[in-house]
């Protein structure tokens, strides 16, 4: 064997390590299925509220001796049909509501943390991820959760889709447009759930952007933009495995370094080729980074 | 520019004429509805055969829209009933085919002329199933009528004006609906488009489907025409279009600011008031 073999191949004798690539690998996918409804909807703010506002749940489980991703799944969702109940109600903006939940839920999460002793190693796991100590039994509920979300996605695939293009027109044609919405937020919880243990609260929303945004620079198809964006989030989670693991640099931040490198130099090499539909892409992207 | 075939949709069914005195498609009584507070038609009653090709005119803000919009179930009235086929408008959504104002839609959104022309399908489809063979077959015969079937694959994104309205047009064939609304279809587009369009609706109506367009332009009504619907946030007449299109009527739905201008040997009715909606 060759000594570079030897380099590929040595990480993954570990169990750990095999264990935080199986994670981060479907993690990956499951983000960007869900990921090209949040770049072309411009849903950032929310994915990343929802992240946020979990560990309240995170928190409120740990301190109730419950599972930890049954209080996350909770609270994500509850914040996320508040969200939308009380912007359609108070009539602010969205993005004000979600500012005022996404603060008051992590200050819960923070607060309920605060009072339970020796806290501190749990919490910069789930703040910042901790896909190293993945154990199996979170890999079978990251596998199982995943594969019903890319399920429910697949499954109403062409409503969730014309509903994202067209919401008037898709009420027109009789689809059940507020459930559709509801549903696509309820999806945006769940995998943000999902991530939340992989890669960290912070980082969620780059899992759930970044491979979109720049599978978005070279297709414009938008199933497309899911595939290349689930292949571009495998090829970061091993490479940024590998960086973990050779710089002994946190696994989560790592992964979203190399994920915003290919970004980068995907932006790079369409620009240069200055086809207006990479014009055009930049520019969605642009939108939604700003809202970010 | 591509025309539009006259070839009609194989895959469409011929709907029987409904015979004189039939139960109207489309019957509104004593319907007041608008947004937020503010009326937009106030008391309409209203019943349209079937089978035959109705303009909508009136002033902005005269609730030409909102009849639209009623007949959809996308606006609830506040009083009144509104019945589309004798059933309430949210039960015949399939069968009612809708072209929105041209502007509408998300146009950054990454989909191709394909993806929205079969979108027409979706409603008949109905939750989790696919499309198959029978629904390609009615987006590709729905984009031929239009004159876009070489344009399938294209974002919608990158069409211009009057091509993005033949793929809502053809959206709207796809559908293959009973009953086909047109909220100002023809603004916007090129006369090549608008002789196109005109042609297609009367071939729609020929084979039992009743159309209903709302329109600005008043000088070509009785020519593409069967009925006319003058609104002012009531009917202020309805009839066969000469009929309705009068100096009179003009002059009750836009007061004493109208004007008739003559563009091209076509006459528009200008709002010469201050600037609403």
């Known amino acids: 064997m060759t000594a570079f073999g030897q380099l590929l191949l040595e990480p993954f004798q570990l169990a750990f390590m095999q264990r935080a690539l199986a994670a981060t690998v479907l993690v990956g996918l ?33 301190v109730l001796g419950q599972s930890i991703y ?51 190693g749990d919490l910069f796991g789930f703040i910042f991820g901790n896909v190293l100590g993945i154990g199996s039994s979170d890999l079978v509920v990251i596998a199982i959760s995943g594969s019903v979300i890319v399920g429910v996605v697949l499954l109403l695939y062409k409503e969730l889709f014309f ?76 490479a940024g495995l590998y960086l973990s693991y050779y710089a002994n640099v946190p696994s989560g931040a790592a992964i979203v370094l190399v994920s915003t490198a290919m970004f980068l130099a995907t932006l790079l090499v369409t620009n240069l080729g200055s086809r207006p539909r990479a014009a055009a892409a930049a520019a969605g992207v642009g939108l939604t980074a700003a809202e970010f | ?69 009623l007949l959809l179930g996308l606006v609830v009235p506040w009083s ?19 072209v929105p104002q041209t502007g509408a839609g998300d146009w950054s959104f990454p989909v191709t002329v394909g ?3 079969m979108m027409g399908r979706y409603g008949r489809l109905g939750l989790f199933s696919r499309p198959g063979r029978l629904d390609r077959m009615a987006v590709a015969a729905a984009l031929e009528q239009v004159g876009m079937a070489e344009h399938m694959d294209e974002q919608v994104g990158e069409l211009s004006g009057g091509q993005r309205q033949r793929v809502f047009l ?36 020929d084979r039992g489907v ?39 009527h003009l002059r009750t739905a836009y007061g004493p600011r109208m004007s008739l201008v003559q563009i091209g040997g076509r006459f528009f009715a200008v709002d010469t008031g201050a600037h609403h909606d």
């Open chain 1, 30 to 62: 499951v983000c960007a299925v869900v990921g090209a409804f949040v770049v072309w909807k411009g849903l950032s703010f929310i994915g990343d509220a929802l992240a946020h506002a979990s560990f309240a749940g995170v928190a409120a489980a740990y």
């Open chain 1, 70 to 120: 049954l209080g996350a799944a909770v609270a994500a969702v509850a914040t996320a049909l508040s969200i939308t109940f009380l912007s359609r109600r108070a009539r602010l903006s969205v993005d004000t509501v979600i500012g005022v939940l996404f603060a008051f839920a992590f200050s819960l999460g923070i607060v309920i943390m605060s009072r339970v002793r020796n806290y501190t």
């Open chain 1, 163 to 238: 509903v994202a293009f067209d919401p008037v027109m898709a009420e027109a044609s009789g689809l059940p447009v507020a459930a559709l919405q509801y549903s696509l937020l309820v999806l945006l919880g769940a995998t943000v759930v999902v991530a939340m243990q992989a890669i960290g609260i912070i980082l969620v929303v780059a899992m759930l952007v970044t491979p979109a945004a720049t599978a978005s620079m070279v297709t414009r198809r938008f199933h497309r933009i899911m595939l290349l964006g689930g292949a571009l989030s495998t090829v970061a989670s091993v």
């Open chain 2, 1 to 69: 520019m591509t025309t539009m075939s006259t070839a009609t949709d194989e895959t469409a069914p011929k709907l029987p004429r409904p015979p004189l005195g039939a139960r109207p498609i489309v019957e509104l009584t004593g319907v007041t509805a608008g947004y937020r507070g503010q009326s937009a038609l106030d008391g309409i009653s209203l019943a349209l055969p079937g089978g035959c090709m109705v303009a909508v005119v009136g002033p902005n803000g005269s609730g030409k829209s909102t009849l639209l919009k």
């Open chain 2, 80 to 98: 009144g009933m509104v019945e589309v086929f004798g059933q309430t408008p949210r039960a015949t959504r399939r069968r009612v085919g809708y």
């Open chain 2, 115 to 117: 993806e929205v022309v």
């Open chain 2, 170 to 205: 053809a959206r709207a064939l796809a559908q293959q609906p009973e009953l086909l609304l047109l909220d100002e279809p023809l603004v916007g587009v090129d006369a090549v488009t608008e002789q196109d369009v005109y042609g297609l609706l009367a071939g729609l109506r």
């Open chain 2, 210 to 248: 009743t159309v209903l367009f709302t329109t600005h332009d008043l000088s070509t009504l009785a020519d593409h025409f069967d009925l006319a619907v003058f609104l002012n946030r009531r009917v202020v007449a309805f009839g066969r279009p000469e009929d309705v299109v009068t100096e009179e």
